[in-house]
């Protein structure tokens, strides 16, 4: 992969930027996170004990969703650093659920050679499950 055109730089950037990632979260998912992270939480993987909870069934590791956040800021700033993720989780996400994520450039940062990204995650009836703020530093 050609990686240096893909490359950010401060003055390719501007305010208005968005980008976009969407993904139905499968069981698989769900699985891999947990073996990758030991996010054992009963509400995630165990059928009888997420039924007796609010949510009536198992629902999607939170931080899972947030993960495609990261996609849409390297998107926007490939080649740079994340230096903050601000997030507040709205509504459960539930296995079979598509998510988009989108990101939106709502400042820069001169004196920081930073990016402000409004970030939000909706699901496929259009509802909003995560809403942050994201800051990338940017390298060139």
Not at 50 to 78: C, D, E, H, Y
Not at 81 to 109: E, M, N, R
Not at 125 to 139: C, F, K, N, S
Request: with cysteine; charged share 20%.
């Amino acid at each position: 992969m050609d990686y240096e055109s893909r490359i950010k730089h401060w003055d390719d950037i501007r305010v208005g930027d968005q980008e976009t990632f969407a993904k139905t979260v499968t069981q698989t998912d769900v699985t891999l996170w947990v073996g990758l992270t030991g996010d054992m939480n009963p509400v995630h993987i165990n059928e009888q004990y997420a039924a007796g909870t609010r949510f009536k069934g198992p629902i999607v590791p939170g931080l899972l969703v947030a993960g495609f956040i990261s996609t849409i800021m390297t998107q926007l700033t490939f080649g740079s650093v994340y230096t903050g993720q601000s997030l507040k989780f709205l509504k459960p996400v539930y296995i079979g659920d598509t998510i988009t994520a989108v990101g939106t450039v709502t400042d820069k940062l001169e004196e920081k050679h930073r990016v402000v990204v409004k970030t939000e995650c909706f699901n496929q009836r259009g509802e909003l499950v995560i809403t942050g703020e994201g800051q990338e530093y940017i390298l060139n």
